[in-house]
Every structure is written in structure tokens, then in C-alpha cells.
């Protein structure tokens, strides 16, 4: 349902392949996005591979708001998968370097970035190619860099890592260079706290940590330190500007439960003012729950769901007034959706929900209509 799979998918894919894809390490998708990603891949391209023209395209239409990769840098990226020259590359190999563009840690996007630009297999780039890849490295992350600035850090990553003096960096050169340069590492800091924020093993309260690293690592915080209070404002800042956000993890960090009773905490004003985010203004409520997938995962977890639909619906209803009696007629709707998606999307539900069962499971939201 929408480019990032956010409820369900129900296609004949290889479940097998796709879950062993989704626990290889150097992955960063998640099973559902890795389902949604794949039949797009098989519809357009029944023989299992496609042209780096091909693969660019797709991702850039499948990659949520706000994450698409730089352009220049992925057909670079393409173009070094392309082990055999023959202009095609599969699924797996494209994943699998997408997953290091977008959501890897430090290591993997040096590493990524060094392929790209060591097209030749030589084992070492030169300083314009170096340039040139941090630019659209730095593009993808934070939408712009200082041109002179970065020229600065280049010129003095090749004065501490290019020992022989040659002109060029090998990958272990690259790598310990960009460690040691303070402005580089600052900017690998977002890397690194993505990948923690978007780990499913990650509890909320460390993922809450991870925006606060990045909010810092982006100067987005008044007092601009690790210890700084994250705001819930700063925090879908960080959520909608970033690239390489998982939308499962984004969904389960919106989903999350507020500490006591407080019902307004900080995780509920987050989830408010990130569905803020979204133009709902005179969409019907399906397509308005379409556009929230290209945003987000719904998570696994019921409650979770229960949170994120209240909360998205009252947004619907604060900028389509009328439409429903109140919040409660439309959180009741938006749910029977979504879960009529899940029920036709489950790839182990087989007696599907009826249209006689959905219209008496959604009139429970509206009991004053006439159903005559």
C-alpha cells in the first residue's frame, strides 16, 4: 500500500529469498519493504535483472518523500555493481548497495562511496573524484554543502591519508582519513545514529537518542549539546529532512507509548505535528491514508497501530472539517481501512474479508447514517 509497504503485500514473491535477504547483514530494508520493493522489480523486470537506467528509476519512485539518493552519486554506485559490464544488475545486488547508500554506517558509506568512484578496480581515487563524491554524499544527507569548505576537508584528508604522495587514496587511507577529520566525522556521526535509529532492535528511548544525536550532528538544538532537550518540533525536523530514515522505524517510534498517564507526552505531540506535515486538505480519507504509507510503516504491534490511526485521523479531521461527525467517526474508519488492507494483503489469511463485512465493520463508525 504505497511506496513503503506500509500495511501489507500480497503477491506470489519468494518468501524465502526475501527473509533471507531482510536478516543479511549488510541489508538495511525491512521484509515488508523488501516485499514492496520486489513486486515492482518482478512486474517491470520478469527476468530477474535490469538496466542501471532501470534501477535508478525504480528506486528513485519507490525511495519515500525526502530519501531519494543523489542521482549522481547512485549512477555512479550503479555503474561500480555492474561487476560484469554487461549493463545489468539483479535484485539482491541492487539492494544490497542501496542499503549501504541510504542506511549503512560509516564504514559501509566510505566503503560505497570508494567503490563507486574506483570504477577501474585500481584501488584508489583521486582528489576531484573525491570531491565530487563527498558533494553528492553530503547532498543526499543534508540537501547542500559549502563547496569551499568541503574543498578545505578535501585538501587536508589528502594532506593526512595520501602517505606516498601520489595523488590518490586507497579505501584503508580513505577511511582512517575521514575518522580523524573533525568535519567529516561529524557528518558520518548521522550515518552511524541512523543505523541505530533504524535497527529493529532498537527500544524507543534509543531511538529517541539516535534524533538527538542527529538534531546536534545538524546543529538543530539551542544549546547545541548531546546532553540538549530534543523537542518534539526539532525531532519531525529530524524525521522529514533526513535521509535514510526507515519508514518502519519511523512508524514504530510515532507508535510509541508515553510514559504514565500523561496522554499528550512527547511521543503523541510528535506523532501530531508530523501527520501536520502532510497536505490532507480535500483528500478522501483512503487516499488520505495512502499518502501516510509513502511516509511510514504501520508497525506490527497493535497498540501501536491503535496510536498512530488516532492520531492521523484527528489531523484528517482538523483539516477536513465536516467530513465526519468527529475524530472518533473517523479513527473508526480509518482503521476498518486499515485493516481491510492487512486482511487482503495477508499472505496467510485465506478467507478473505467480504464487502458485506467491511461496510458492517466500517458503519460502526457512522451508526447515524441511513444504511438504507
Known sequence: MGACGCVGVADSVNE?????LARDERCGFDSRELREFYKQWSKQHPSGRASKTQIAALFESLSCEGNAPDKDLLDRLLAALDTNHDGK?????AILGLSAFMRGNHEAKVQVLFMALDTDGSGSVSKAELWDALMAQMRSAHGGTAAESLSVTVDAIFAKGDLDRDGTLSLTELLKTVESEPGLRLHFTVADELLKFNSSESSKSKRLESLRAVAVAQALLPDNTQS???TPAVAVQVLTTTHGMSPVAI???LGSKDEGDDKDGFYKQT???FFATFDLKGLHLDVAIRRLSR?????RESQQIDRIVETFAAAYCLENPGVFPDDTAAYLTAFAIVMLNA??????NKKKMTKDQFVK?????TPAVDKA
Open 228 to 230: 540538549a532537550a530534543l
Open 343 to 348: 486482511d487482503a494483503h495477508s499472505v496467510n
Open 361 to 365: 465493520n466500517s458503519g460502526l463508525a
Open 295 to 299: 511516509r511510514l510503516c504501520l508497525p
Open 89 to 93: 544488475i539483479d535484485f539482491k545486488e
Open 251 to 253: 512508524g514504530e517510534f
Open 16 to 20: 524465502e529469498a526475501i527473509n533471507n
Open 271 to 273: 506523532a501530531r505535528l
